[in-house]
């Protein structure tokens, strides 16, 4: 499944996930097959062994991957208690990552509102104070857009938001000390994780 992203075969990734839904759980083909393939391919375009049209096109045939597996993610067993808007930063239109948290959130028992990529700072605020949200998600993907993390958490700062709003900072610039050194109440490295930090602090 991951060679099939990397080498952007959308059909072959339908395949791979077709023959595996059978034995393995639907988060666990994601996290383990088609980020997996997602990772390399950022790997090669770091070294300069692809370029971006490619990592387009990947990115592409990811998203067919799960969006096939999205009936198949586990039904919580309990009516959702707590509610989480998740989006990208402003400035970064890199999704693949939040979404797949978005969806292993809402299928482990949270009311989720995902507000999209490239969302400002406001747009937050404004749907963390619509549904009354308990904690927000913000994924940043490049390090020229990380400080929006921290933008975001000023803003609650700045509304009296922040004793009421958990804060979890997530994508690949992002560590368990950036974390700490804006305040977020965590760092998530992967959806599995995001799940159990979400459930821990909630
Ligand atoms: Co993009 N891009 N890209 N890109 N891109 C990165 C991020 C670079 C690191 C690649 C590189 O140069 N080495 C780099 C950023 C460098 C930096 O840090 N400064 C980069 C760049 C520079 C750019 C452009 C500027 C390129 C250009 O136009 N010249 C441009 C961005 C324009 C903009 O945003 N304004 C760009 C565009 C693209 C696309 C459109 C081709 C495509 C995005 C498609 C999309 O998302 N819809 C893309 C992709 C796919 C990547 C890489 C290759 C993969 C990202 C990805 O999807 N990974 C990435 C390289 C890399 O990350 N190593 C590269 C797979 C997912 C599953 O992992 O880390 O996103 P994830 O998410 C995990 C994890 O982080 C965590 O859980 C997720 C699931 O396990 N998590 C959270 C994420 N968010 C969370 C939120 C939470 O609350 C909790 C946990």
């Keep these: 499944m991951s060679d099939a992203i990397v080498s952007c075969k ?4 339908l395949a791979a996930v077709e023959k595996a839904r059978g034995e393995l759980e639907a988060p666990d083909i ?90 400002p700072v406001a747009d937050f605020i404004a749907k963390i104070k619509e549904t009354d949200a308990n904690m927000v998600g913000i994924s940043a993907l490049m390090t020229t857009t990380l400080q929006g993390q921290k933008e975001v958490i000023e803003a609650l700062e700045e509304e009296g938001l922040r004793d009421k709003v958990k804060v979890m900072v997530g994508g690949a610039p992002a560590t368990n000390s950036w974390a700490k050194k804006i305040g977020a109440d965590c760092y998530a490295e992967n959806a599995t994780e995001a799940v159990n930090k979400a459930k821990e602090l909630l």
């Design 10 to 13: 959308k059909d072959q990734v």
């Design 30 to 119: 994601i996290e383990n097959g088609l980020a997996a393939g997602m990772n390399e391919v950022g790997t090669l375009f770091e070294r300069g062994k692809l370029f971006l049209p490619h990592v387009m096109m990947a990115a592409e045939a990811m998203q067919a991957g799960v969006d096939e597996l999205k009936d198949d993610m586990p039904e919580a067993s309990e009516k959702a208690v707590s509610v989480i808007v998740n989006g990208t930063v402003e400035g970064d239109v890199h999704d693949i990552g939040k979404s797949i948290v978005s969806t292993m959130l809402q299928t482990s028992g949270f009311e989720v509102h995902d507000i999209g990529r490239d969302t």
